[in-house]
């Protein structure tokens, strides 16, 4: 799997598995669930069958696709570049 920053550090556009011409928008931040961030994304198994699940009343459970799983676990190597790339006040070191 691929994926992207879109427009802002917490907005992922992950590649779909089976048409590398389609994507789906991930927003990292959205639904709480207790302490925790469930987030989004626009694909039909995360709309049709986790959202529902996910806006449950008395829901505790997080309910995510594997473009949701994919771009959490790939998401802080993606926004220290993207925060590298844009923050003037970072700066370029040695490299090792
Ligand atoms: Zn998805």
Redesign the pocket.
Known sequence: MKGKVWDSPTRIM?ESESDSNDA?L?ELTDYPVGEVLNGS???????CK?KPLLLKPGNTVTR?????LWAREHALDMILHHFKKHDKNLHDEATI
């Open positions: 992950v789906y991930v994304c626009q694909c039909k198994h995360f709309v986790l995510r696709c594997k473009h949701l």
